[in-house]
């Protein structure tokens, strides 16, 4: 066989404290997770069941990356996240079970067009235009939970330019990476090489070129990203 093309070459992530690099499937998203984020975007009720949603998998940007301010948007957010990586196959897994499938943890930045993502939500629309564009994924090395243990005690920070924005115990998420899993695997097979962003605490805010973006999580390698005039504006109709 012959391919038409070069393939696109396998997005991967590093393992802190090794060569080897994790291989992303696939990027899957919390909709909403912290009672103080659902205050502040005013939608949802905390007893609701976790959503999902997906970004494409070459969304995902490493740490130090530049980031193009996206087109069509002029309210670019940052929401700082913990990722979970997936190391190990499972569907309709328990909440006992689903740490098992758990492979290690990043530091994340869910990257959104919120004007965009405020009008699917307006038309009853799907958030993709707002959620699943390019490099709207970063992602720090992984640590192997091995090193990490259950991150019970960790505090998540994201940071722009040296000040923190968002501050937040992990033990404050509504859904624990266990219940995330366990709803994850009843719609979908998760497989290695998937990742989950967990959902964003209060204090997200807008970027503009420029911003040094920094998410950290105690214990997980740090994320640094600096968002970058669009160079692509032309394109923009
Ligand atoms: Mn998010």
Known sequence: MTFLFTPPAVVSVPVAGTAGRF???RVYCVGRNYVDHIQEMREGNERDDPFFFQKP???VAGDGALVPYPTRTADFQFEGELVVAIGAEGVNVTTE???ELVFGYAA???LTRRDRQRDCR???ISWEAGKSFDASAPCGPITPRTQTGDLAGAELRLAVNGEVHQRTPLALM???VAEIIAHLSTDYRLRPGDLIYTG???GV???VPGDVVRAEVDGLAPLSVTITENGNSHDDH
């Open 174 to 176: 509504i859904w624990n």
């Open 57 to 59: 998998t070459d969304a």
């Open 108 to 110: 994340g930045i869910d």
């Open 205 to 207: 805010g807008a970027l």
């Open 200 to 202: 964003t605490p209060a």
């Open 97 to 99: 079970q689903s740490m």
């Open 23 to 25: 291989p992303v499937r």
């Open 122 to 124: 307006e038309r009853q």
